[in-house]
């Protein structure tokens, strides 16, 4: 059974693949403190509770935070006897190419996501992760990763605003009923908003314009559903596109071994 590990810079997903579909999947934040013991008592209890009663063979983990990788090793040697696929290494190979600047280290995440909407919605894609910051990532007409976008985040944008003004209160992102507010957080709310809305348009528009190729645009990411109500910005939303990345680059390494 394959375990499955995504960890960003604010959460951490584990899931348990089967080889056909995802069994369950759970999610904690991410500290690079947490030692082997910990992620293996907390996952073994939700396993328990979830009645997920499988044998961990294989892991792959895909880690923007380089810390948490150590005791992620070590929880695969510890409690798994296996030693863990980790997407960035060498030793991990991609089933698509990676076309970028020579010496450039591209996001693991991005990678993943890159595999993941290719395999399943084909070439010639925009991939937009709503994570901490907000990716845009473009493949090519063969799968391969050429580059991309890097925005802050909406909920990290909405917390330098309340961190740096200190008259400005923390708020939730939401859909304002109108664009003008008439208080301080309804304006907070349409700017990030609407803000959000225009810069997802802008960029997607200028990265088709300058490939000057018909573009599909894929969201994922937790936020993706609610700026899809504004207007139709995406073509499809995949809550599990990463996740489904990882089994893909999993068994290509399998398959290639």
Same mark, same amino acid.
């Given at each position: ?8 810079? &604010?959460?951490?997903? +584990? ?6 579909? =995802? $069994? *369950?999947?759970?999610?904690?934040? &991410? /500290? ?5 013991? #910990? ?13 997920? #009663? ?6 792959? @983990?895909?880690?923007?935070?380089? %810390? @948490?990788? =150590? ?6 040697? !510890? ?7 980790? @997407? ?16 450039? /280290?591209?996001?693991?995440? %991005? ?18 992760? =709503?994570? &901490? ?15 991309? @976008? ?5 909920? $990290?944008?909405? #917390? ?5 003004? *200190? ?21 907070? /709310?349409?700017?990030? =908003? ?11 528009? !200028? ?26 910005? +995406? ?23």
């Amino acid at each position: 059974m394959l375990l499955t590990v995504d960890c960003g810079n &604010t959460n951490t997903v +584990f899931a348990i693949w089967d080889g056909t579909h =995802f $069994l *369950a999947s759970w999610r904690c934040a &991410t /500290q690079h403190q947490r030692t082997a013991d #910990e992620y293996y008592t907390w996952l073994r209890t939700l396993m328990a509770l979830n009645k997920v #009663e499988v044998a961990i063979t294989d892991v792959i @983990v895909s880690s923007t935070v380089p %810390r @948490v990788v =150590f005791n992620l090793r070590v929880l695969c040697d !510890r409690y798994f006897a296996t030693r863990p696929l980790v @997407v960035g290494k060498p030793e991990t190979r991609l089933p698509v190419d990676v076309r970028v600047d020579a010496g450039t /280290q591209v996001g693991p995440d %991005r990678l993943v996501n890159t595999v993941g909407g290719y395999d399943r919605h084909g070439g010639d894609l925009i991939v937009v992760d =709503f994570g &901490t910051a907000t990716t845009f990532d473009v493949v090519d007409t063969d799968g391969a990763y050429v580059g991309g @976008v890097i925005a802050p985040g909406a909920n $990290l944008s909405l #917390e330098a605003l309340h961190m740096a003004a *200190a008259a400005l209160p923390h708020v939730d992102i939401t859909q304002p009923q109108r664009v003008v507010g008439t208080n301080t957080v309804a304006c907070m /709310q349409s700017g990030v =908003f609407w803000g959000y809305v225009g810069l997802i348009k802008e960029i997607t528009a !200028r990265i088709r314009a300058e490939r000057d190729r018909p573009m599909k645009v894929i969201s994922t990411g937790g936020l993706a559903p609610l700026f899809q109500q504004a207007e139709v910005l +995406f073509d499809a939303f995949e809550d599990d596109l990463t996740m489904h990345g990882l089994t893909v680059i999993h068994r290509y390494n399998k398959e290639n071994a």
